[in-house]
């Protein structure tokens, strides 16, 4: 027998002999927040997940992996009424482990894009690997293979490019960095968001992606083909619809194309509520959403309910058993490829509580990464710094690692400060250590007296994620455009959008004030972008001598001034168009695309 056959007959055992509730238990994601350690055995839960901002005790990674380590032993024990099938935990860990205190968070997708080296992004995936393993976590929801179109998107920056090229180009790595061998140092990846979710029209989050079918695979679908050749053992659905239906409930985008199709054996996990999203009454779409063909369901608080309906759907013949066997073959599968059954309690794991998490090694991967990800749109001389000028260093985002981490950064919308990425570092921080004159004046004040020879005014976007980084002039929010993510934050239909515009002086007037304050006084300015996206800065370009994209760096925020100060060159190259007005939204290879600075453009210092 070979590996895959004996695998395959393992899974029909296991099936053999679990109930239909053991088996629609495989098939229910809750939250942390709403599950017990005895409920994930009573109700034989395949999987649990913590949502952006959801962590145990004090955030460290042995409150990480004591909490997993009870959830995998309700869920292994065996007795008469309940088959030991153990867990999958899931976490976003999408730039880093990023939910955890001290955590390396790496450059948001975007950055990376810039970078466009799949050699670096596996070393990334690896080390992200290694501090989800640190917290006994098996399951992270990345890579995101979105495709952005439009910039006023608020989930641009998790996607590498507007162009699949590079997307397509890095998805491999990134889960093969990932999911490794299958071994003690993997995790499982997942590749989202199925299908079209950066295509939306307006970039309206969680809306409708309208495109011939001949585009949606060259667009969008294309990078999966990457991923799944590199063994991507989960996608998650997306809540966007193509073609005015929703991709939850897709049958044909889940079924004839993922896994007829392209052969996807995996399974099918939905995003938070997804299926919320395919009827008014609930229990229609847990039949849609499972006839569908997603076989995994994030149902984060009403999981109780989800079971009750999906037992009776079958009962009734809704839904068809062989339906059921087929999303539970699809999980047991998995989990048995990932060696899930034969790995210790997360306690007793080789991985887990590491020093390595956090660590000086792994800080520097992120550090060649933010170097590599930045991008000179120009610079009339003003770079590089010289160590031993008198440098004023301005801008509401020069100490603050909570912007410069941006969404996704331990909590789910992010934070604003130096307080909650510990172990860190900010862009002044990196600038002072390479300049003993620097002086550090967010609000640019110290230029009316001082005598500087040049500034560094580093400005840009405060965090957001998902719907609530979305830019557009109506205030309206499409129904269900959130998903709660994280206690706290409002329900749908009640949120709104980041910004009116890209135009970054409408949006944010301060800091163009900031920089025309110190250049009126006759001083050199050097703006350094920290933004999710490309943004409508004209009116700061042409205050700047020079002007350099951060894109959102991370926790290593140190390492711009490597760059800044001639350490290393700029490679970093556009992998998204830069616009020259809001409504512009310039794409690679649209007919008539105008931007102000072309996909792949990048200036270097010449060496
Ligand atoms: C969110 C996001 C998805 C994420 C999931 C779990 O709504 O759409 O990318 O993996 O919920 O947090």
Redesign the pocket.
Known sequence: MTDHERREARVEALLERMSLDQKIGQMTQPERMYIAPDEVKAFAIGSV????GSWPGKNLPADWVAMNDAYWAASVQEDEAHLGIPILY???A?HGHNNVRGAVIFPHNIGLGAANDPELIRRIARVTALEILATGVEWT?AP?LAVARNDHWG?TY?SWSEDPEIVSRLAGAFVEGLQHDLGTDAVVA?A??WVGDGGTTCGVD?GETTLPESELRRLHIAPYLEALRAGALTV?A??NSWNGEKCHGHRYLLTDVLKGELGFDGFVVS??D?IDQLDDNYSEAVALGVNAGVDMF?VPEKWRHFIAELRAHVDSGRVPIERIDDAVRRILRVKLAYGLFDRPRPAERPWSNHSSFGSDAHREVAREAVRRSLVLLKNDGALPLRREARILVAGKSAHNVGFQCGGFSVD?QGSDGNQRVEGSSSIWEGIRDHAFQAVLSPDGSAADGGNFDVAVVVVGERPYA?GLGDVRRSKEVPRGS??A?AAGVPGPGKLQPYAATLEHAVSHPEDLAVIQRIADRGIPVVTVLVSGRPLVVNPELDASRAFVVAWLPGSEGCAVSDVLFGDHDFTGRLSFSWPRADADNPNRGDAGADPLFPYGFGLSYGR
């Open positions: 997940l913590s949502g952006g899931g976490v976003d999408i929801f995101t989930r998790e997942c989202k968001h969680q998650m997306s809540y995003d938070w997804g994030m789910w998902e959130m998903a993510g």
